[in-house]
């Protein structure tokens, strides 16, 4: 019963992943966890079935069958849970919350209330001393019969890792070492069954080693004089096992002799797995009693660390002590720098650590008379090349080193090592003899001669091994035997009840799989703080198995960015692949702190596993977050992805990019590494409030330091907090490139530092925004609320101001929205030629967690600001406009100006083609803005959509110049046309030409008011421009201007907005048209507007301004449709610009399924039979595509039925708004640009008939217009050409694919003569639009080619008579030959019998006859 939680909490884990994603579908993460519920009551339903109708076992005791019933019956409540949280409509979050419940339930019914059965316990000891453990409950490894109550991970490969023991105190396991990675394999279960574990071997085949040791020590040479333990025993040197008295057990028998088979893991040197090491070598020197130490560095000898001396045998009589300098790295590695003295330990200044005696321990930092001798260390980095031949030739020097099998160390009793130093006094061997078994279930369980029998035995797990044999490799693992029989006399290391080493039993695999790790390890945030500074030196060293590497070191940071990807070559793993895929090794990443004295600083580990891919086809992993647990709690959080590769001869990945120098690393490949943007940050630095004392002073004059995506920007200091705490300049803006998935957006890292005397400066308090994602916000939305409202494009707004209702929204048009006045001249005809915001940040300082609800936290103060993060255009649109823009007041009239270019109309062409390629280019003053690289290609009627934004002075940048010119590849550009406006004027002017007035007041939506100033202060600004005097206001709803009293009610009767248009030339008219609209503004405001729209003041408008060249005075180049936003820098904020960016189609896929054709004309007549057929196959195409598809043909169709099963898929881009399909394509193969067109989506059908040596024969056609297409029929007989639209039939039901999306039904092909319609076949097809993201999401390929779903399409069921006749000879004459002509051939056959046997008959009667008659003439 333990699959159920693992089923649904794998479910439920997947729903809360893809919820962290961006623009993630609320109902499809519901249905996903409804689908996962729902095959959740499916298994519920099995197993309270099989819970019933399984005996019980005899053995079952009251509390067995009362906790059966109980299980069973919290099933079924389950079951009716579930079904009712299926039926019911509930939010996500509350369905996520009943699920975690229902698994929490499962998870303590699988629980055993009294397990007789002891966990798993596995103990890592050194020497005599346990120094980590592992706990593996027993039922995850008890082996049943019954494959759904088996443990979930018995006799499977796991990865478990040895943790320190326990402690009473967090602060305890600072200093805490050891722990392991272990990956093994674990089978539980009864006697009766030990043959079954064996089948659980994952790959490998069991096999059993009889073992004993042979010993030798050194005394002038090596032999057994002087031993001091038996000369053959055990690997502990306890017992006495020669080799004649292993006696086979009952059952087995020996499978050759004995053979040296050394422990290989002993010949793993300490740098094995590991890209980089550290070497080292002592300097050593020695000095006669009461003399100095000699500076000469020729009196010093070198030795390694056990104090050998470093020499070089040249021959076999001579030697040569070696220096640092004549040290040459080992094959296949590098040195990284020079040699260093390590001085990040205990010792003096200069290194050294001084000694009574040389190879002593005690080795001290102070310099003492008695000390004769000293040494200190040196060090120097070495990185390890990818080199297959010096691998190889490693390999095989290790391999040559084993042969002998010899193990040396300096006592017996101490580690063992490969190599031989001067020291070693004593070394063994190992010896192995292979069983085998002759009788299945007799256990590995052999005895010495002379004993009795084991009773008893144990299995012990070791580490890997290999033989001699290269292809052969071994899991091994140790038996030992309790005995309790008598021992052969003369083995005096040998009681009565002692411990034997028994059989060692081996999983064994005849070959290895070599795989590539690669760990793309981009970023963490919110880390530890492991340094007095509130910040941390982090790096990462990578465990996998047991091969290891290491990340660069990022520098005072606890959301460092590696950007490395970290290899490691050469991995062996044991198994076959598929089950490495399915239970891969665990990744294990420990974070440290590098400080420079002293030993790193443990931050915390991340535990996962990596993708295992086969091939470049499996899909590549994606970057995460995973947590960093630090002890028992969580510290940050790391994004990274992990692929193992399968490294066999096939195509890997290519290299990862390397980062420039000094660095040299590989960086996270594009591909796993998240997509960029430009983006930029808005920072208001407000200030800091309550600032505790740093070092003893107060904080006075700090500056803010911001940190995101690497980039480093800082304020201005506040010259005394007790004075103003606030910041001088406080907006902060900066552009960065950061990720466009908000879900892998970086931290903001926000630092105070204090800025003091004699240039210091020195961190006081830090903030870390974990991820920025919480304050992205639209580019042109300051305001919180801007987000809210109808929710329409600018363009809308455009289109039904000019009367373009194809391109308008209906509901904007419903819903009472306002109109732009559309000028058809410049706008001076018109008007005769006018001359919120902080919030608290809480700041740490020091170690230690950053948790402002702890009461001992590390809190000191806080910071006042806000943050706005808004990506950038990519595309060459102009930029947004900051949200914090304060303006201070000058004495010379600072302006923004904001000039908005719409589009073209008849622009002059200026290309040998009749078209232009234009593009705008501005200047006023000194400010030229060239808008080149966005030049329109091949356009006479361009649609620039752009916004320019430039900073002015009046009156000396007064004109404003706006030229469009036509871009050209090989010489310069040409002039188009130009204009000229005069801002001053429009400055100056009394009708308001900064900003035009617009129909209504909305506080919010696509409407919104967008002067930087309000109606009322507009209101008064004007009055007092006028000498009118201010405007007395008695409420909200009257007011007093020109001594004539306003109301709202004379505007707004009825409680109902009057909403007065204008017309083209700017004139009011007060049609009255109630509509109440929720984003309307204040009363106040509203009136007003009222009274300002009365006044002749320039409306919000569109100005059509004509376009003159030079070169042709008077005559018109084009017309421009735009428009000029002018506002003041007087200390109003100024508002973000209107977005009129053009409209962009998005990609859409139609799915067109061809299922059969039924009635299609028979235009061909068989030449052996005369029937009518037709070969039929389908093809169709978009209008304005160039692709063709079609199906495969359906061969001698008779009847006029052709199955096909196959499908078209048509990729296009889909501009919803005006419901067109866009074209880019090239209108000549000599274009050098691709031309736009906006076409209406109409699919072409067409059926035809296959002619092999003569073009093929058309027979019918069907366009459908996608917008307004024929609704099909659901059957073919009631399908026919009246249910197509056409002139006259206002009658037929049309309906539109994109609205439902999905249509399947039978629709005719026709051919027309003289606008006749004549039906010539009837074709079943299943219609599809969805989007990108759907197309995604379900993908479905071209024809039957894979991905073959949504629907998966199996080959047409075609009959026997369906086939190309030339290329099917039987074929031809079963179905066509034999069937018409069966009899014709049968009366031929016997013809022509009868005439052979005639021929026969007359041939051979003569001679008969004749022989008959002498035969009767003569006598016998």
Not at 425 to 430: D, K, P, S
Not at 536 to 559: I, N, W
Not at 1383 to 1404: A, D, N, R, S
Request: with cysteine.
């Amino acid at each position: 019963m333990h699959i159920y939680p693992v089923t649904q909490e794998g479910g439920l884990n997947h729903v809360k992943l893809l919820a962290r994603e961006d623009d993630v579908i609320i109902d499809n993460l519901k249905q996903l966890l409804c689908h996962t519920l729902s095959d959740f009551i499916e298994d519920l339903v099995k197993d309270i079935r099989w819970l019933d109708e399984t005996p019980l076992p005899q053995y079952f005791n009251k509390l067995d069958k009362f906790t059966k019933d109980r299980r069973t019956h919290e099933l079924i409540y389950l079951l009716g849970e579930t079904n009712q949280v299926l039926t019911t409509d509930i939010s996500l979050e509350e369905l996520i919350g009943e699920t975690e419940d229902y698994v929490a339930r499962l998870c303590l019914q699988t629980t055993e209330p009294q397990n007789a059965i002891p966990d798993v316990v596995i103990w890592m000891i050194s020497g005599n001393k346990r120094i980590a453990s592992c706990r593996i409950p027993a039922s995850s490894l008890m082996f049943s019969e019954t494959s759904r109550c088996r443990g979930k991970m018995c006799g499977k490969f796991q990865t478990i890792f040895l943790t320190p023991p326990g402690v009473e105190k967090l602060e305890d396991l600072e200093d805490q070492k050891g722990g392991a990675q272990v990956r093994l394999l674990l089978w539980l279960g009864l006697e009766q069954f030990q043959s079954e574990w064996a089948k659980e071997a994952m790959g490998g085949n069991v096999a059993v080693y009889a073992e004993t040791y042979e010993n030798q020590a050194f005394f002038v040479k090596w032999g057994t004089m002087r031993l001091t333990r038996p000369d053959w025993s055990d690997a502990k040197g306890k017992v006495k096992q020669p080799k004649e008295v292993f006696v086979v057990p009952d059952g087995w028998k020996w499978d050759g002799d004995w053979f040296i088979n050394p422990e290989l893991s002993i010949a793993f040197e300490a740098d094995e797995g590991l890209n980089e090491w550290q070497e080292d070598i002592y300097e050593n020197q020695i000095r006669a009693p009461f003399s100095s130490w000699t500076n000469d560095p020729t009196k010093s000898y070198w030795s390694d660390v056990r104090g050998d001396k470093l020499i070089a045998q040249e021959n076999e009589k001579e030697a040569k002590e070696l220096t640092r300098d004549d040290i040459q790295p080992p094959e296949g590695w590098r040195w990284v720098g020079n040699w260093q003295v390590d001085k990040n330990r205990a010792c003096d200044k200069e290194g050294w650590e001084y000694s009574i005696e040389p190879g002593s321990s005690g080795y001290t930092p102070i310099e003492r008379n008695v000390h004769l001798c000293r040494h200190r260390r040196w060090v120097i980095t070495r990185l390890r090349l990818t080199d297959p031949k010096a691998l190889e030739k490693k390999m095989e020097k290790r391999k040559k080193a084993i042969e002998e099998g010899w193990e040396y160390a300096r006592l017996a009793n101490l580690p063992y090592h490969l190599t031989e130093h001067s020291l070693d006094l004593a070394r063994r061997r190992r010896w192995h003899r292979k069983m085998v078994a002759m009788n299945e279930g007799k256990p590995a369980v052999f005895y010495f001669e002379g004993e009795k029998k084991a009773s008893t035995w144990i299995v012990q797990c070791h580490g890997p091994m290999v033989s001699r044999d290269s292809s052969m490799s071994w899991t091994n693992g140790i038996q030992i035997v309790q005995c309790h029989g008598p021992m052969k006399k003369g083995y005096e290391g040998a009681d009565r009840d002692s411990n034997v080493l028994v059989p060692r039993l081996f999983l064994v695999f005849k070959d290895h799989h070599k795989y590539q790790l690669r760990a793309y390890l981009y970023q963490a945030r919110d880390m530890y703080s492991a340094d007095k500074t509130g910040l941390s030196d982090p790096y990462c060293v990578l465990g996998f198995g047991r091969y290891s590497a290491r990340s660069r070191v990022v520098k005072e940071s606890v959301c460092p960015t590696w950007d490395q990807t970290i290899l490691i070559d050469q991995i062996k793993l044991f198994g076959d692949p598929t089950t490495i895929r399915e239970s891969p090794p665990k990744i294990l990443l420990n974070f440290f702190d590098k400080d420079t004295i002293g030993k790193a600083g443990f931050i915390g580990k991340v535990v996962c596993e990596p993708v295992v891919r086969f091939s470049t086809k499996d899909p590549a992993p994606r970057l995460d977050w995973y947590p960093i647990d630090r002890y028992t709690k969580t510290e940050g959080e790391c994004l990274a992805a992990f692929e193992l590769l399968l490294d066999e001869g096939g195509d890997l990945p290519f290299q990862p990019p390397t980062a420039p120098p000094p660095d040299r690393h590989f960086i996270v490949p594009s591909g796993i590494r998240p997509i960029l943007q430009k983006t930029r940050i808005e920072v208001l630095c407000w200030g800091v409030r309550d600032m505790k004392r740093f070092q003893l002073l107060p904080v006075e004059s700090p500056y803010v330091e911001l940190e995101c995506g690497g980039t480093v920007v800082q304020t201005k200091h506040i010259q005394k907090v007790s004075r103003n705490p606030n910041f001088p300049d406080p907006v902060v803006t900066f552009d960065v490139l950061l990720p466009k998935e908000q879900l892998h957006a970086p931290p903001l890292n926000i630092r105070i530092v204090e800025k003091r005397a004699f240039g210091r400066a020195s961190m006081v308090g830090t903030h870390i925004i974990k991820s920025v994602k919480a304050f992205f916000v639209e580019p042109n939305a300051a305001d919180p609320d801007a987000s809210k409202g109808s929710g329409f494009d600018w363009w809308t707004k455009y289109y039904y101001s000019i009367g373009d209702d194809q391109r308008t929204l209906e509901e904007y048009v419903n819903q009472g929205h306002d109109r732009m006045v559309v000028y058809s001249h410049e706008l001076e005809e018109a008007f005769n030629n006018f001359t919120d915001l902080v919030q608290n940040f809480p700041l740490f300082r020091g170690k230690g967690s950053r948790d402002p609800n702890d009461p001992e936290g590390q809190v000191v103060g806080l910071f006042k600001g806000s943050v706005k993060v808004y990506p950038l255009p990519d595309d060459g649109s102009p930029m947004p406009d900051r949200i914090f823009s304060h303006i201070p007041s000058s004495a010379p009239v600072e302006c923004l100006a904001r000039v908005y270019i719409v589009k073209g109309i008849a622009l002059q062409p200026q290309d040998p083609d009749g078209k232009s390629d234009p593009y705008i280019k501005i200047k006023i003053g000194k400010n030229t803005i060239n808008d080149k690289e966005n030049f329109i290609a091949n356009n006479l009627d361009p649609l620039f959509g752009k916004m320019f934004e430039i900073p002015i002075t009046l009156p000396t940048d007064h004109t404003l110049t706006v030229t469009v010119m036509d871009y050209d590849y090989t010489s310069a550009d040409d002039l188009i046309g130009t204009t000229s406006i005069d801002l001053e004027n429009r400055y100056l002017s009394y009708h308001r030409a900064l900003c035009g007035i617009p129909q209504s007041y909305y506080k919010q939506g696509s409407n919104k008011w967008r002067d930087s100033a309000l109606p009322k202060e507009i209101l008064k600004e004007y009055c007092l421009s006028m000498n009118l005097g201010e405007p007395q206001w008695k409420s909200s709803t009257d007011v007093v201007v020109d001594r004539t009293i306003y109301t709202l009610e004379q505007f707004e009767g009825d409680n109902s907005e009057r909403a007065p248009h204008l017309d083209t030339d700017g004139s009011t008219e007060e049609g009255k048209k109630s509509r109440v609209h929720p984003d309307l503004g204040a009363d106040d405001q509203r009136l007003a507007l009222h009274i300002l729209r009365e006044r002749k003041l320039v409306p919000e408008h569109i100005e059509t301004r004509t376009l003159y060249n030079p070169l042709q005075p008077g005559i018109s180049q084009g017309k421009l449709h735009m428009w000029v936003d002018i506002f003041p820098k007087t200390g109003a904020n100024i508002p973000p610009p209107i977005d009129i960016s053009p409209r962009k189609p998005e990609k859409y896929y139609l799915r067109i399924v061809v299922w059969n054709t039924k009635d299609v004309l028979l235009d061909e007549v068989s030449v052996a039979t005369g029937e009518a057929m037709s070969d039929i196959y389908v093809k169709g195409w978009l209008r304005g595509q160039d692709e063709t598809q079609k199906t495969d043909t359906h061969f001698r169709s008779l009847d006029g039925e052709g199955n096909f099963n196959w499908r078209f898929v048509y990729k296009f881009d889909y501009l919803a708004a005006e419901k067109v399909v866009v074209i880019k394509k090239k209108e000549h193969f000599y274009s050098l640009d691709k031309s736009e067109t906006h076409l209406p989506p109409v699919l072409t059908m067409q059926v035809w008939d296959n002619d092999l040596f003569s073009p093929d024969d058309f027979i019918g056609t069907l366009d459908l217009n996608l917008l307004a297409m024929a609704e099909p029929a659901r059957d073919a007989s009631v399908c026919s050409v009246d249910q197509l639209p056409e002139l006259g039939k206002p009658d037929v039901k049309l309906v539109n694919l994109f609205e439902q999306k999905r249509l399947k039904g039978w629709w005719p092909v026709f051919t027309e003569e003289e606008g006749v319609r004549e039906l010539t076949g009837k074709l079943e097809l299943e219609m599809e639009v969805v989007t990108e993201e759907e197309h995604n999401l379900k993908p479905a390929g071209k024809a039957r080619d894979e991905p073959n779903l949504n629907p998966k399409l199996d080959p047409p069921n075609r009959p026997a008579t369906s086939f190309l006749w030339f290329t099917s000879p039987w074929k031809t004459f079963k179905h066509i030959i034999w069937k018409h002509y069966k009899m014709w051939i049968i009366g031929t056959v016997l013809v022509l019998f009868l005439v052979i046997f005639i021929v026969i008959f007359i041939y051979t009667a003569p001679s008969t006859i004749m022989q008959t008659i002498v035969q009767g003439i003569l006598p016998g």
